[in-house]
Nanobody
Framework: QVQLVESGGGLVQPGGSLRLSCAAS????????IGWFRQAPGKEREGVSC????????YYADSVKGRFTMSTDKAKNTVYLQMNSLKPEDTAVYYC??????????????????????WGQGTQVTVSS
């Protein structure tokens, strides 16, 4: 089983930055599709940024495009989500997820969270003055 652990969340003022980390228990970068999702109170879980195993492309939701950047460190088996220019509407629990049976591109998997087999416990991000 793949274990995923998120960290880096916290309270930040609007316009501030946070860097989330997702540490995996095994090598996943080349064999799994990796996704960052978030869920705010009363809302459905939405894809934020996803890296597809198939096309090696990274998808960003329109709401975060230009502000968030997903990256990987293969040596550390860790995925990052750099979040800049944070807004109150970015407040949510952020999860990383991994799926080994990817057949489509990043766009598809960022819109279908139920496809992912492995999930972390989440880290809270709160953007407020």
């Amino acid at each position: 089983q793949v274990q995923l652990v998120e960290s880096g969340g916290g309270l930040v003022q609007p316009g501030g930055s946070l860097r989330l980390s997702c540490a995996a228990s095994e090598v996943t970068m080349d064999y799994y599709t990796i996704g960052w999702f978030r869920q705010a109170p009363g809302k459905e879980r939405e894809g934020v940024s996803c890296l597809s195993r198939i096309d090696r492309m990274t998808y960003y939701a329109d709401s975060v495009k230009g502000r968030f950047t997903m990256s990987t460190d293969k040596a550390k088996n860790t995925v990052y989500l750099q979040m800049n220019s944070l807004k109150p509407e970015d407040t949510a629990v952020y999860y990383c997820a991994a799926d080994p049976l990817t057949y489509y591109g990043a766009n598809y998997y960022c819109h279908h969270p139920l496809e992912y087999d492995y999930w972390g416990q989440g880290t809270q991000v709160t953007v407020s003055s």
